[in-house]
T-cell receptor, first 111, second 116 residues
């Protein structure tokens, strides 16, 4: 059975801190790993990673994938209160074209 | 980016009634649409996968007679919760992938269903 595990489940930091969110996966026919940010409504797309070792960046957010060790990390530097959200990672399974989601990391950034 | 809409955004109904939720891809053709359910403080759970013009594939534990899915066109899929009960109260989210075969799923804004 495909599985995606995120850690930590929740994290409380202060503005300006740097955080690292972890995602490990066990998916047959793995194709890609996606990160989403979910605030009050549906998830919004952050990154899609298909190749190992290539960092993707968007402003203060960055992410990288290790296909040998089957994990990905999402880094957020100089956190702001607006970064408070649930961060979801999901692994895309090639043949069924399905995403398997992790349980999410609830990030709270205090002023 | 691709836009997916859902309607209604919020619905409250009485126990025993049926509720239909629409999911539309606004600026692309969605060969595959997915329906998820999310309970408070939990992650998204895939309910079913639907391909345009064919029957939906339901995940284990999801009753296909209770959650009717129709994907009649490349831009519209509907989820009907039949004979809804309070335990069906949840956040229902659809997503869609395009014909290009990209892995990225574009999510709708979700529908909050409350069954009294």
């Amino acid at each position: 059975e495909d599985k995606v595990v995120q850690s930590p489940l929740s994290l409380v930091v202060h503005e300006g801190d740097t955080v690292t969110l972890n995602c490990s996966y066990e998916v047959t026919n793995f194709r890609s790993l996606l990160w989403y940010k979910q605030e009050k409504k549906a998830p919004t797309f952050l990154f899609m990673l298909t190749s190992s070792g290539i960092e993707k960046k968007s402003g203060r957010l960055s992410s990288i994938l290790d296909k040998k060790e089957l994990f990905s990390i999402l880094n957020i530097t100089a956190t702001q209160t607006g970064d408070s959200a649930i961060y979801l990672c999901a692994a895309f399974e090639r043949s069924a074209r399905q995403l398997t989601f992790g349980s999410g990391t609830q990030l709270t950034v205090l002023p | 980016g691709a836009v997916v809409s859902q309607h209604p955004s919020r619905v409250i109904c009485k126990s025993g009634t049926s509720v239909k939720i629409e999911c539309r891809s606004l600026d692309f053709q969605a060969t595959t649409m997915f329906w998820y359910r999310q309970f408070p403080k939990q992650s998204l759970m895939l309910m079913a996968t639907s391909n345009e013009g064919s029957k939906a594939t339901y995940e284990q534990g999801v009753e296909k007679d209770k959650f009717l899915i129709n994907h009649a066109s490349l831009t519209l899929s509907t989820l009907t919760v039949t004979s809804a009960h309070p335990e069906d109260s949840s956040f229902y989210i659809c997503s869609a992938t395009g014909t290009s075969g990209y892995d990225e799923q574009f999510f709708g804004p979700g529908t909050r269903l409350t069954v009294l």
